[in-house]
């Protein structure tokens, strides 16, 4: 791991029990301010989310799952196809227009074997956004299935990394590449990051 990864776990599952180590390295990443930054990879996205203090469910899950390795709990990576216009979000106006025309997306959260169940955990929403709509995974009891983060009617399990990035690359072959809808995708980008970054501070 890298060092930064090495702080941060060392920093959250201080002095704590198993189960709180489970909780607490999960509410510290779920409250990183999700950002669309354009940074998803496995090798350099959870570096980055610690050093930006930002980024998506892609790098947070990513790190989750790996310290939730180091904490000895097997991991599968869960993909969700999406639409942001399903959502139940309060979009402001210019938003609500942009959402309409996105393409389906695809979500990523986390399966982890607890007590002998695959327990669902997603921690893509940081708490000031349940304001607005979100499904904040809040008072997690460490054992118990959270709300997935997206409605979603397909759950694609991957047992590991290079499956869900296999995945991944399929997925987005068959997303329209044209000049307009990568127009249409940037403008989306740049718009939610403002409105979040305004809910954030309201």
Sequence with gaps: MHEIIDKKFDEWTRN??????????????????????GITAPENGPVELL???????????????????????????????????????????????LVNNLPVMLHLALRVYINGTWVLLDAAWDSPLKK????????????????????????VIHGDIQERLDYLDHFESKIPDTEEQYKLIEEFCSELNDWLAEVRTE
């Design 16 to 37: 704590v029990d198993s189960e709180e180590r489970r909780i607490q390295i999960f509410e510290h990443i779920r409250d990183i301010p999700y950002v669309i930054t």
């Design 51 to 97: 050093r930006r203090n930002e980024g998506t469910c892609s790098p947070k899950h990513f790190l989750l799952g790996a310290m939730y390795q180091r904490l000895d709990i097997p991991v599968k990576y869960a993909s969700y196809p999406f639409r942001w216009g399903d959502l139940s979000v309060e979009y402001p106006g210019k938003l609500r227009e």
């Design 132 to 155: 607005v709509g979100f499904s904040v995974n809040e008072n997690w009891d460490g054992i118990s299935d959270m709300l997935n983060a997206v409605p979603s009617l397909e759950e």
